[in-house]
Nanobody, 121 residues
Framework: QVQLVESGGGLAQAGGSLRLSCAAS????????MGWFRQAPGKEREFVAA???????TYYADSVKGRFTISRDNAKNTYLQMNSLEPEDTAVYYC???????????????WGQGTQVTVSS
């Protein structure tokens, strides 16, 4: 069993930055790849970024490539550094743990509760 808790969301201005964190508990954390997803009001949840269990490979949605960076450490934390934020990035952001092939298709074994990110123009 893995539990995920996100933090770091909030309000930012367009062009600004935020860093999201995801703290995981559970002995099997290191076995899972990690991902970030987001869901804007009235829209479906969409893939944002993922990182393999080893941290050796990362994947990004085209809409965030070059602006967002996903990383993880050995202390069961996963991060999403978000730079050059745009109003279109406004959404609830979810941390997820699963298998890399599934994460990239929007599938996850475990989900966090989400954290709100609001970007003002």
């Amino acid at each position: 069993q893995v539990q995920l808790v996100e933090s770091g969301g909030g309000l930012a201005q367009a062009g600004g930055s935020l860093r999201l964190s995801c703290a995981a508990s559970g002995r099997t954390f290191s076995s899972y790849s990690m991902g970030w997803f987001r869901q804007a009001p009235g829209k479906e949840r969409e893939f944002v970024a993922a990182i393999t269990w080893s941290g050796g490979s990362t994947y990004y949605a085209d809409s965030v490539k070059g602006r967002f960076t996903i990383s993880r450490d050995n202390a069961k934390n996963t991060y999403l550094q978000m730079n050059s934020l745009e109003p279109e990035d406004t959404a609830v952001y979810y941390c997820a743990a699963g298998f890399i092939s599934g994460l990239r298709k929007g599938e996850s074994v475990y989900w966090g509760q989400g954290t709100q990110v609001t970007v003002s123009s």
